[in-house]
């Protein structure tokens, strides 16, 4: 039978960030409940920046089964873990934590929700040509994820330079054999003419930065077959619009954040929603973000 209410054996799971929200996250774990028949019940915690310790302790003292991390703490809960993932190691990112017997164990779920979402699309990147645009944690989990997968180069854009060679460097670590490459954004038109595979990483497209794209020249736009947007609200940027009138076919963050709650669920529960179930959240969820 379904379990429709929280009662004195229901699991508590939730989300740490700031700021929270926003977080569709509730939304989709607390489906996933409903239709695995997990008692459960997933709730935001907003969390000030110093006090991330605490939090962790905190959750840990509550009986919190697990709980994701977004922003800004995914590197954050590192030194409060007891065990961590060899991906999430490698990336230097956690965003999902489960209670073992003596603390928590931390994973990385976006690598293979990202990964996941292109593949649903139609597109594999073993022997493509990647862009990565951004050089923060979301960058280097694309750039680890593009040359674990056999992309044949890798580009990394960044504003800075230097910022984007330490990703390179991190990830070149673990794969030295890859062949990844940095330019400023400002040098694009030095990019190989390509048809390539780009994955937007920056907020640059989302609140402040509405209809504003980190490179706005349709001329590279030109070269792009598919991009992926990490945005997912709004539910179409300007990056994605210049993709889409350029020829190419573009999609959003929305798949990857379900696909990586998907895995999240998955860890913490042992129950596994199929494609069907969660294709049918994200049409809803599509619509809840386009204001329909």
């Not at 939730?14 to 008692?39: A, D, Q």
């Not at 400023?184 to 509405?210: C, E, F, H, N």
């Not at 860890?267 to 199929?274: A, F, K, L, P, R």
Request: with cysteine; glycine share 8%.
């Amino acid at each position: 039978m379904m379990i429709r209410c929280v009662n004195g054996r229901s699991k508590l799971f939730g989300v740490i960030g700031n700021p929270v929200e926003h977080t569709l996250s509730p939304e989709l774990h607390n489906t996933f409940g409903k239709l695995s028949n997990n008692n459960l019940i997933y709730v935001p915690f907003k969390v000030e920046k110093d006090k991330v310790k605490e939090a962790v302790e905190g959750l840990w003292a509550a009986n919190v089964q697990g709980f994701n991390v977004t922003v800004p703490f995914k590197k954050d809960v590192i030194p409060h873990l007891v065990e961590i993932d060899e991906e999430a190691r490698r990336i230097g990112a956690v965003n999902t934590m489960k209670r073992l017997e003596n603390g928590y164990k931390g994973y990385n779920t976006d690598i293979n929700g990202l990964y996941k979402s292109i593949t649903s699309e139609g597109f594999d990147l073993k022997d493509e040509d990647v862009i990565i645009i951004g050089a923060g944690g979301a960058a280097k989990a694309a750039t680890y994820m593009s040359a674990r997968e056999g992309a044949s180069a890798i580009y990394v854009l960044n504003r800075n330079v230097d910022n984007a060679q330490i990703l390179v460097d991190s990830v070149k670590e673990y794969y030295p054999d890859a062949e990844i490459n940095v330019l400023s954004t400002k040098d694009y038109k030095k990019l190989p003419d390509k048809k390539y595979i780009a994955i937007q990483t920056t907020p640059v497209g989302m609140s402040t930065y509405l209809e504003e794209a980190v490179i706005e020249e349709d001329d590279f736009y030109k070269m792009i077959k598919f991009g992926v947007d990490a945005i997912y609200e709004p539910a179409e940027t300007l990056f994605m619009k210049k993709v889409v009138a350029n020829g190419g076919h573009a999609i959003n963050g929305l798949k990857m954040l379900v696909y990586q709650a998907v895995l999240s669920f998955e860890i913490w529960t042992g129950s596994y929603i199929d494609d069907e179930k969660s294709d049918e959240l994200l049409r809803r969820l599509y619509k809840l973000v386009k204001g329909e």
